[in-house]
């Protein structure tokens, strides 16, 4: 199972950014695929969750604007972040499980300065 994200990058306040996940070695359709957030020296916070049939659920701090997808024809997750803080700067993963075991993708980072 492979779990490749990109889209990171440093942008201003306020600012938007898409973060996309391309999935390989798994059904992509029947997982879940979460967005995971780490910022050096705290623990990584789960950000955003879609399951399988497409329900969505989101950390309080980044509800209404962040959006996360799937395409399941092409195997890609994605998070759709709008209105950045500093506070979303952070090393972003995308994470499923499969077959038992959890898969993180290497991770990319996003920077939100004033």
């Known amino acids: 199972v492979q779990l490749q994200a990109f889209g990171g990058g440093e942008v201003q306040a306020g600012s938007s950014l898409r973060l996309s996940c391309k999935a390989a070695?798994?059904?992509?359709?029947?997982?879940?695929m979460d967005w995971y957030r780490q910022v050096p020296g705290k623990e990584r916070e789960l950000v955003a969750t879609i399951s399988s049939d497409h329900s969505t659920n989101y950390v309080d701090s980044v509800r209404g604007r962040f959006t996360i997808s799937r395409d399941n024809v092409r195997g890609t997750l994605s998070l759709d972040m709008q209105s950045l803080g500093v506070e979303d700067t952070a090393v972003y993963y995308c994470?499923?499980?499969?077959?038992?075991?959890?898969?993180w993708g290497r991770g990319t980072l996003v920077t939100v300065s004033n």
């Open positions: 994470h499923t499980f499969a077959r038992g075991s959890e898969f």
């Open positions: 070695g798994i059904n992509f359709r029947l997982h879940t």
